[in-house]
Every structure is written in structure tokens, then in C-alpha cells.
């Protein structure tokens, strides 16, 4: 069984395109429910004025059939709608030469001799990431067909934040999430977040911050010691890793867990009919992997997002051209990302779980996939 997805498509070319290989046949699916993570991808505050001009919708041009998936790869079409406002004639264009600091404009001009960073930020934007988004919708839709569900919010935007959230977030506290500006669900550190990127906004900066993004419902048995590769934790770290500006990533207690006793690190283990695979832990420390592999507790990562590269007061740079020192390029950008990321982080685990669930549980289609579960579920506590 192979899972895989690709994308393609510049930021302010016609369309994103996103291709998913992997997806078994009888999936009920449609653009309704792709378009809501969409959206929410383009929310938060200090988004720039790009926001709103585009309002994104996914087009199924392959794999799907009257709603319901076919067993062959999925495609996806994402306009990016707008676009004759942020173009420009051929006749009128100019080339941006100076590279911006923390993008990666100049190591991308340098590998592809390049000379004009246009042909590197059309593709290295973060708009890249409505494709992913995409994706992960689908592969949300796959999970749900099995009780796994994927969630985030902003723990810190800059240096306001540092709440002491707890490991299993509650329904009202992810409501709560979804109905800040931020995604923050603590009222007082919503709103002190809003104040820094105002304060970013009003000197020409901008800021970085933190998410976190658990999936819950998740059983135990995805991902394998027996190989670097196959390690569950690393897989997903590599996937949220590869996301615009993100610098760092932790499972559970991450860099914590280094300054800490054992004894203060791992989670006991109780067992107990009832409890869903029949083993519980009263805390997930481990963030719901231990040894490469899923424990049936919730997955848990904490995602690094450094500031926006883009600064209405730019840093010095240098023509690609000509070498002349000068100021980085300014072109249109947010001032914050971090809201967003959760989002775009949520689509990334989500490919990586359903992907993992693939493997585990096979089937060419979603009755022959959830035959295999109930199968692996009867050895459980959790049938009987």
C-alpha cells in the first residue's frame, strides 16, 4: 500500500494542485468538507491584506465519484482566486534582486542559478500550504471513520504566552481556541498576543510563536522500533518540521524531559476492562509514543514557528545581480502566521496518522480498512 502526496503550483500563479495517493475507495467526500479547514487556515490575527482577497475552495478534479472516493488518487485544484491584483504585466514587471534574511531566497538563487528571487518565493510561500491543508481535510475525514480526531492552539505568539495548559485539553477549552483571534484558548494571553503583534505591526516587525496539535482516538500499534524510519515520532517530526518557518518540534515533554528524573518523565501503566485497548496512563508525558510506536494515548506535538523573513523595515542584503549592498526586498506578508500553523499543522499529522493507519490496517476500501480494525479492536478489552 503506498500513501504519498504531492503539491504544485506558485503563489501567485492560477492554482495550487495537490495530489493524494493511498486513499481507499468508499470515502464519502466533498468540497464542503475540505473548504472549512480552508478557511480556517486563512483566520487570525496579523494576517496580511492577502486574506482577504482570496477565499479558498477545493476542487476535486480526480479520485472522487458522486461524493465518494474511488480508490484512485485524489486531485485537488485550489484557485488562487484574486490573483490579476497581486500580478503584473510582463511589460511592467521588475525583478526583486535583494534577498531576504531568514527565507530561502538566497540559498535557492544560489542552487538554481537564479536571479531574481520572484522564481524562488513563488514557490517557497507559504500559500504552499492550502494544498496541504487540502490534503490533511482528507485525510481528517479518513481518521474520523475511526474516532481520531486532530486539534490545535496557540501556546505563545512571541513572548506572551507561557500558560500552564494542561496534557488532555478539553471540548470548551479547543472552543474557546476557535473562537479567538489567535487560537489561544486562555482570554488573558489571547488578548496580551494581540497586543504584541500590535506592537510588532506598529515598528515594522513580526513575530513568531508556538502551537501545539494532539490527535486523539489514536490506537496503539502505529509506527515500529524495528527501523529508524518506520519511528512514528520521526515521521510525523520530519512532516511538521518541513513546514514554512517552522525551526523546532517536541513530542510530549520534549527538552523538558531532559532536565527532569526518570521517575518524573515516564507514564505508569495501569490496565483496566473498560478503558479503550484495555491500558490507560493517568499521565502522557511520552505524548502518546513510546519506542517509535503509538500507545493508545493522545498524540501530542509542540511546533516552533520563527518570525515572518518579510519586514516592512527590511534587514541589509545584497543584488543578486550586482552585489551592491542594499535592504532585503519587501513584498506582501503577515506580521503573525502562528494561528494559521495550526492549522497547517494539524493537516500535516493528520497524512502522517492516516498514513501510519494505512499501513497498519490495509484495504483497498474504507468496509475492508474498518473490517481489519473491529478484527485488531476483538483483542482488546475494548469488545469485550
Known amino acids: 500500500m503506498v500513501w504519498r502526496h504531492f503539491t504544485a503550483g506558485e503563489s501567485h500563479g492560477p492554482a495550487l494542485l495537490a495530489i493524494l495517493e493511498g486513499m481507499p475507495a468508499g470515502l464519502m467526500l466533498g468540497p464542503g468538507d475540505l473548504d472549512p479547514d480552508l478557511a480556517r487556515r486563512q483566520l487570525g490575527y496579523g494576517r496580511g491584506a492577502r486574506m482577504a482577497i482570496e477565499k479558498d475552495h477545493a476542487e476535486f478534479v480526480g479520485g472522487v465519484r ?6 484512485a488518487p485524489i486531485a485537488l485544484l485550489v484557485k488562487n482566486r484574486g490573483t ?3 500580478t503584473v504585466r510582463p511589460a511592467d514587471y521588475k525583478p526583486l534582486l535583494f534577498p531576504r534574511p531568514g527565507h530561502a531566497d538566497l540559498p535557492a538563487a544560489i542552487k538554481y542559478d537564479l536571479d531574481d528571487i520572484r522564481d524562488v518565493l513563488e514557490r517557497a ?10 490534503l490533511g481535510a ?7 471513520e475511526f474516532g481520531i480526531s486532530v486539534h490545535s492552539f496557540v501556546e505563545s505568539i512571541g513572548d506572551a504566552g507561557g500558560g500552564a495548559f494542561p496534557e488532555r485539553i478539553s471540548d470548551a477549552m479547543r472552543r474557546r481556541a476557535e473562537r479567538s483571534p489567535v487560537r489561544c484558548p486562555d482570554a488573558a494571553l489571547s488578548a496580551a498576543m494581540v497586543r504584541a503583534i500590535d506592537a510588532a505591526a506598529a515598528s515594522g516587525d513580526s513575530l513568531g510563536g508556538v502551537v501545539r496539535v494532539d490527535a486523539e482516538g489514536v490506537p496503539p500499534g502505529l509506527g515500529s522500533h524495528t527501523q529508524w524510519d518506520l519511528r512514528i515520532e520521526g515521521r510525523i517530526g520530519a512532516a511538521l518540521m518541513a513546514l514554512p518557518g517552522v525551526k523546532g518540534v517536541e513530542n510530549g515533554l520534549g527538552f523538558a524531559a531532559a532536565a527532569r528524573p526518570g521517575s518524573k518523565v515516564h507514564d505508569a501503566i495501569y490496565r483496566a476492562k473498560g478503558k479503550p485497548w484495555g491500558w490507560y496512563r493517568k499521565t502522557n508525558r511520552a505524548g502518546g509514543i513510546e519506542g517509535g510506536i503509538t500507545n493508545g494515548e493522545t498524540v501530542t506535538f ?5 518570525p515572518i523573513p518579510t519586514l516592512k ?3 541589509a542584503s545584497a543584488s543578486l545581480r550586482t552585489g551592491v549592498a542594499g535592504k532585503a526586498a519587501v513584498v506582501r506578508a503577515d506580521v503573525c502566521a502562528v494561528p ?6 494539524e493537516a500535516a499529522l493528520a497524512l502522517e496518522l492516516a498514513g501510519a493507519m494505512r499501513e497498519r490496517f490495509g484495504g483497498d476500501s474504507v468496509r475492508e480498512m474498518r473490517q481489519h480494525w473491529h478484527d485488531f479492536a476483538k483483542r482488546s478489552d475494548l469488545a469485550r
Open 66 to 71: 458522486f461524493g465518494r472516493t474511488t480508490g
Open 84 to 86: 490579476e491584483q497581486l
Open 125 to 134: 510561500s507559504a500559500r504552499e500550504t492550502a494544498a496541504r491543508v487540502a
Open 138 to 144: 482528507c485525510a481528517k475525514q479518513l481518521l474520523a
Open 302 to 306: 509542540r511546533v516552533a514557528m520563527k
Open 313 to 315: 523595515k527590511p534587514l
Open 340 to 345: 494559521a500553523l495550526g492549522v497547517v499543522a
